[in-house]
């Protein structure tokens, strides 16, 4: 496999001040970053890029968010894909019903973002192994 498709992080969503702070955090860490809109595009866009984790933004009134991560969760190609929804909602328990594997409530640290792509990477590398 690509080692450089193996190293990729997408950020999905529209928030352009969230989007610096992601560019930021992933800069220091071993990853590269690709970033897609909310919506049917982010699926596409995951399928080809095959991204080693997804970071999803969900923000009133974007009930597309929600939608969003419905549809990566649930494509046979993309669903095993750890998912981090970041949120200003308290929806931690309404993003894991709907498959997210971490949750981080806005605004995010850089220890707390680090902790969460740690944790989703090592799950996903597990599942990949097994």
Sequence with gaps: ????????????????????LMQRYVKTSAHQIVFTTLGED???RARCEKPVAIVLVVDPPEAI????????????????????????????????????DFFLHMPILYADFETALTTTTVKEQNEKSN
């Excluded at 190609?77 to 929804?85: D, L, M, S």
Aim: proline share 2%; net charge negative.
């Design 1 to 20: 496999m690509d080692q450089t498709a193996n190293n990729r992080i997408m950020i999905i969503g529209g928030d352009s001040h969230f989007t610096y």
């Design 42 to 44: 982010a699926l596409v």
């Design 65 to 100: 968010g929600w939608h969003t991560l419905q549809v990566l969760k649930t494509d046979l190609e993309v669903g095993k894909t750890p998912v981090i929804v970041c949120s200003w909602l308290d929806e931690e328990a309404h993003s894991l019903e709907l498959g997210a």
